[in-house]
């Protein structure tokens, strides 16, 4: 069982930026793409960015490109997003998971369970 630990999270002006950590633990994910997702309050959990088992290939939600960059190191197991010119529309809980397959695909399903998250708050 894989397991992901977010961190990173903060409180943040808008205009601002963070950068969130990924960490997984049980399995390494060398094979596999990864991905960001968020959940806002009310709202259901929505994708945000993706990247390749080998990195070089990165995907973005319309709301989040030209701002956020993902990235991951496999000789860690680790997974990052940095997030720039935040906006209150970003404001949600961040989650971290994998996909079954080296590359992203739209109709996800997560095949582990997902962390704790961390939260990011973006003030106006």
């Known amino acids: 069982q894989v397991q992901l630990v977010e961190s990173g999270g903060g409180l943040v002006q808008a205009g601002g930026s963070l950068r969130l950590s990924c960490a997984a633990s049980?399995?390494?994910?060398?094979?596999?793409?990864m991905g960001w997702f968020r959940q806002a309050p009310g709202k259901e959990r929505e994708f945000v960015a993706a990247?390749?088992?080998?990195?070089?290939?990165?995907y973005y939600s319309d709301s989040v490109k030209g701002r956020f960059t993902i990235s991951r190191d496999n000789a860690r197991n680790m997974m990052f997003l940095q997030m720039n010119t935040l906006t209150p529309e970003d404001t949600a809980v961040y989650y971290c998971?994998?996909?079954?397959?080296?590359?992203?695909?739209?109709?996800?399903?997560?095949?582990?369970?997902w962390g704790q998250g961390t939260q990011v708050t973006v003030t106006s």
């Open positions: 998971n994998y996909y079954n397959a080296p590359l992203y695909y739209s109709d996800y399903e997560p095949p582990t369970a």
């Open positions: 049980g399995r390494t994910l060398s094979n596999y793409a």
């Open positions: 990247i390749s088992n080998s990195g070089s290939a990165t």
